[in-house]
């Protein structure tokens, strides 16, 4: 059973940092590509970043320069660390899998991220 469970979300201020991590069981991790994506209300979910087993990572433009995506192999992590963080970002971010095969597509339950002050 796929599961990917998400952390490090919550309220902060315009200009502060969070890190969120997602933690994976039941893939082979390194054979899949991770991803961040983010779903604002009455808008549609969007990539935020990719990370490739060989850690070739791809941002979507807005997040360039403020977000960096890793991955841990040996222990099936991947994080999300974003900095200078814009009310713009708030949204619900969801940890994507993303296998060789095009069914091998998991999503975890994603975790609400809000920039406010």
């Known amino acids: 059973q796929v599961?990917?469970?998400?952390?490090?979300?919550?309220?902060?201020?315009?200009?502060?940092?969070?890190?969120?991590?997602?933690?994976?069981?039941?893939?082979?991790?390194?054979?899949?590509?991770?991803?961040?994506?983010?779903?604002?209300?009455?808008?549609?979910?969007?990539?935020?970043?990719?990370?490739?087993?060989?850690?070739?990572?791809?941002?979507?433009?807005s997040v360039k320069g403020r977000f960096t995506i890793s991955r841990d192999n040996a222990k099936n992590m991947v994080y999300l660390q974003m900095n200078s963080l814009k009310p713009e970002d708030t949204a619900v971010y969801y940890c994507n899998a993303r296998g060789p095969v095009m069914w091998q597509n998991y999503w975890g339950q994603g975790i609400q991220v809000t920039v406010s002050s």
């Open 3 to 61: 599961q990917l469970v998400e952390s490090g979300g919550g309220l902060v201020q315009p200009g502060g940092s969070l890190r969120l991590s997602c933690a994976a069981s039941g893939i082979i991790f390194s054979r899949y590509t991770m991803g961040w994506y983010r779903q604002a209300p009455g808008k549609q979910r969007e990539l935020v970043a990719s990370c490739t087993f060989g850690s070739s990572t791809n941002y979507v433009d």
